[in-house]
Nanobody, 117 residues
């Protein structure tokens, strides 16, 4: 059974940091492309960051470049998203996403991040 379990969300003030983690199980993690997406309130879900199986190739959405860092641990089967200099517009439900080599994809249940003064 595939599981993607996010953790680390919460409420912070602008300028602060949070680190999200996603624990994966039930599939071949080391060959899968992993992503973080988010759904801001009242908006469509949007891509935040991607990390490929090799762990070296990453991509970021323009709004988070230079503030967020995605990483993965292919031994522990986890990915993380280090979020620095958080802004109110980063408020969203954040989702972990896995795309397997065969094209199948899975979602985590999502975790709330709120940035407010």
């Amino acid at each position: 059974q595939v599981r993607l379990v996010e953790s680390g969300g919460g409420s912070v003030q602008p300028g602060e940091s949070l680190r999200l983690s996603c624990a994966a199980s039930g599939f071949t993690f080391s060959t899968s492309t992993m992503r973080w997406l988010r759904r801001p309130p009242g908006k469509e879900r949007e891509l935040v960051a991607t990390i490929h199986a090799n762990g070296r190739t990453t991509n970021y959405a323009d709004p988070v470049k230079d503030r967020f860092t995605i990483s993965r641990d292919n031994v522990k089967n986890t990915i993380s998203l280090q979020m620095n200099s958080l802004k109110p517009e980063d408020t969203a439900v954040y989702y972990c996403h896995a795309r397997l080599e065969n094209g199948t994809y899975y979602w985590g249940q999502g975790i709330q991040v709120t940035v407010s003064s």
